[in-house]
Structure formats: structure tokens, C-alpha cells
């Protein structure tokens, strides 16, 4: 799971700025003039243009330090530019701290108006602060237009149960990332298939430069978890049920799964349990598994020629994990939701949908945003960008629906990492994982 990056990469280039900027102060967004009415979620369709309704301030907590700051800080400053009825004022809190925070600020009756960059794992643990949309939505549809989300972004990432909790904000999803002077010096061309996969990894694997096929994670936590998942699915397992009453990856796919992993390590020698830090990066790694937010960053290194494909097959088919973050309104008082509704929906416009993903190093979340000239631009400057977007089709997401699903995940990876150190075998990670995590569940939706 990629988390809220403290310093963030800003993508765009200054020609992008300029014409996204243009594209939003030209009215795509159409919130200059819907002022914050004095009304509840029940009557958020109220006249925008009435001119006794009082300038709103909200305060809105964020995840992202560093150049993201920055960034954010930017947007913040258009939206307050674009209209005289809504000011935002963005707070840092770390994103460790962020859920004891919010729900202290809860209990002290301190709740910051709106959320940035938020977790969906989150919107279990924070549910009784977490305001519901649907009023606003049903007053508002227009300005949702739920069908020009990606699929997958909705149920299960910010809607559980029928009940809308956020909006998204960027997604993205893992890829195979290749050197490719070390393939066309061996002679290869990238994997689409686990077999070939290995294959390549052991050729590419040369122990005299401490040269390394590919590159898997190997200590639990997040980004262990992020990228196993996606081998489960390929596998043709699923993390847990539809519902989320019970668990699924103690199977046959788990076992296989995890077994390709230790094998990779163990048995082939392609991958190492300590690979050279920024192997990748240097030459010493062929293979990494890895997502848009670091697009960036290779392209900054100089003689670094990289390329990337979809994730290779598995025996049930492809599939890689989404991530990303949401944004949510808070429970405080009608006239302070109805402005932050105003704000979200204003940066969930297909424009500044396209510059946050440019920005950010993500997805676009709407649907139209892929097909404004200056994203395309930007993906023709940033070609890597596009095999995330088409990887997008066989993308699958976690089970965000456990309310636990993140101290499930780390027992998980805690014994996947086991397994690779061969203190467990495949189907002894799965079978101590399951047992662990068995009592944990509980689904917050009922």
C-alpha cells in the first residue's frame, strides 16, 4: 500500500499548469459562484447565487508534507480565488497519528471540517465522525456524475452498505518496472507470465555484480501486503468473502501465491532477501514491482533506461491492487458541510481531477479526465503513465469493508515474511495467518 507521501513528486510541467489552470478558471469546475447555504445535506441544492449566505472558513486536515504540501497549498489557493463564499485552510497532521487525532478531536468536539488524502481503511475507525454523502449527492448529481468515476472507486473504497462516506481523490496501481539495457543485453523482452517471470529473473540474476533478477518485498507491513495481494488474485484466491465475514487467503491460491515467492528467493535465486538499496535505481536490480507515484523519480536518473508493463499472469489471470486515498467531510455543522462539499466536488472536477493525477503521480478518478487534451499530453511526455491506466481494467481492491483489515494485513505479511525466511512453510503462513486473524474479524458496515 503505497502511504500519503510526505515529500511528493510534482509531476506536472509548466506548460500542464498553465492550461489546466486555464481550463478550471474557464468554468469547467462551475463552483464559482455556488456559495455555501446555511442549509443541511437535505437542501445542499439550494440557490448558490444568494447573497446573504455568510463566507464559510473550513479547516481541512491533511496527510502530506514536502513538496505535496506544497502542491496542495497551491490547489487550496485556486479554489479560494475562484469564489467569495468558501475559505479553505489546510492543516498538516502525520498520517501515523492521523485516526488518534481525529478521534480525540471527536471527543473534544474539535473535528476539522474535511479530510484530504485519506486512507479508505480509515472510514471504519472513523465512521461515527465521518459525515454521509448521499443527501449531498442527491441534490447535487450533476456536479457527482457518479458514472464518470472509475469503476471500483465507489463500493468498497468509499461507499460500504449503501451508504456513501468520501470522495475520491487519486488511485493508482502496481506494474512491472524492467531495465531495459539488461533485457536487451540478455536478449529478452518483459514477462506476462509468472513462468517467464522466473525465467527471466534467474538469467538476469548474476551473483559476480551481485546482480539481481527481481526485486519482492520481504519484511511485513504495507508494501509487502500491497504487492502479495496481487499475486493471491492471480492465483485465483480473493483476501476475503464479499461480505467480509470471513477470510479467504488461507487456500490453494494463498499457498501458490506465496510458494512463487519463496521459491523466487530460495529455490531459483533470482530475488534476494536483502537486495541492494535503490537497486533498481543503480543497475543491480532488472525487475521491480512498482507504482506511478515513482515515475518521477527514474526518469530523473540519468542513464536510467526503464520501461514498464502490466503485472504478469498468473494461473487465474492478471490482476494488481488499487490504491489510493479518498476525501471526507466531517460532522460538524450544516454550513461548514455544505462548504466542504462545495470544495471537494470543485477538486473532483474532470480538470483538476487531471492536474491533481498529473501532480500526484496517480489515475485519474474520472473517466472524462483521460480524455482532456493537456492529461493526454501529459501521458504522451509520460508514456509509463499509460500502462497504469490500462492496468486499471484488472485492478482489484482490498477488503476495506473489515473494520480490522489493517491488523489483519499485518499478520498477514508477518507471516509471508516467515515463509521467505523458511521458518514456515507456504501452507503454515496461510494456516497461522488465518488463525490469527480469524477472531479479528469484523465488518463495520452492520
Request: aromatic letters at 10%; proline letters at 5%; charged letters at 20%.
Amino acid at each position: 500500500m503505497r502511504k500519503v507521501r510526505k515529500s511528493m513528486p510534482v509531476l506536472l510541467s509548466a506548460a500542464l499548469v498553465l492550461s489546466l489552470l486555464s481550463a478550471c478558471s474557464g468554468g469547467g469546475s462551475g463552483n464559482s459562484g455556488n456559495a455555501a447555504s446555511s442549509g443541511s445535506a437535505g437542501n445542499a441544492g439550494a440557490s448558490a447565487g444568494q447573497s446573504s449566505a455568510k463566507k464559510q472558513t473550513i479547516t481541512v486536515w491533511h496527510g502530506a508534507g514536502g513538496d505535496g504540501a506544497k502542491f496542495l497549498e497551491s490547489l487550496v489557493k485556486d479554489y479560494n480565488a475562484s469564489q467569495s463564499n468558501v475559505e479553505v485552510k489546510l492543516v498538516y497532521v502525520d498520517t501515523n497519528s492521523m485516526v488518534q487525532k481525529l478521534t480525540a478531536a471527536a471527543a473534544g468536539k474539535a473535528l476539522p471540517d474535511a479530510g484530504l488524502l485519506m486512507w479508505p481503511q480509515w472510514a471504519g475507525p472513523l465512521k461515527d465522525v465521518i459525515q454521509p454523502l448521499d443527501d449531498f449527492i442527491a441534490a447535487d448529481p450533476d456536479k457527482w456524475n457518479e458514472g464518470d468515476f472509475l469503476d471500483s472507486l465507489l463500493d468498497g473504497n468509499v461507499r460500504f452498505g449503501g451508504v456513501t462516506y468520501g470522495v475520491p481523490i487519486e488511485t493508482n496501481n502496481l506494474a512491472l518496472y524492467y531495465n531495459k539495457k539488461l533485457f536487451a543485453d540478455a536478449g529478452l523482452q518483459p514477462p506476462t507470465t509468472w513462468d517467464e517471470m522466473v525465467a527471466d529473473a534467474q538469467k538476469l540474476t548474476d551473483p559476480k555484480k551481485k546482480q539481481w533478477g527481481l526485486q519482492i518485498p520481504t519484511t511485513k507491513g504495507g508494501s509487502l501486503d500491497f504487492q502479495w495481494d496481487c499475486f493471491l488474485w492471480q492465483a485465483g484466491g480473493e483476501y476475503a468473502n464479499a461480505d467480509g465475514t470471513d477470510l479467504g487467503f488461507n487456500s490453494d491460491a494463498g499457498v501458490q501465491a506465496t510458494q512463487l515467492w519463496v521459491d523466487l528467493i530460495n529455490k531459483y535465486k533470482a530475488a534476494s532477501l536483502a537486495p541492494p538499496q535503490n537497486g533498481f535505481q543503480t543497475g543491480l536490480i532488472a525487475m521491480t514491482i512498482d507504482g506511478p507515484w515513482s515515475i518521477p523519480g527514474y526518469n530523473a536518473i540519468k542513464g536510467l533506461d526503464y520501461g514498464a508493463v502490466s503485472l504478469p499472469a498468473g494461473p487465474a489471470g492478471k490482476a494488481t491492487s488499487l490504491g489510493g486515498t479518498n476525501n471526507f467531510i466531517f460532522k460538524t455543522t450544516p454550513e461548514k458541510e455544505k462548504a466542504a462539499w462545495d470544495f471537494l466536488m470543485w477538486l473532483a472536477s474532470p480538470e483538476n481531477t487531471a492536474k491533481f493525477a498529473a501532480g500526484y503521480g496517480s489515475v485519474p478518478i474520472r473517466k472524462s479526465s483521460s480524455e482532456l487534451q493537456e492529461w493526454k499530453d501529459f501521458v504522451a511526455a509520460n508514456p509509463t503513465m499509460q500502462i497504469h491506466m490500462d492496468s486499471y481494467a484488472f485492478g482489484k481492491l482490498r477488503p476495506y469493508n473489515l473494520l480490522t483489515y489493517t491488523e489483519i494485513s499485518d499478520i498477514v505479511s508477518s507471516h509471508v515474511e516467515a515463509a521467505l525466511q523458511k521458518k514456515e512453510t507456504p501452507e503454515e503462513a496461510m494456516k497461522k495467518a488465518y488463525e490469527e486473524s480469524k477472531p479479528l474479524v469484523k465488518t463495520w458496515v452492520n
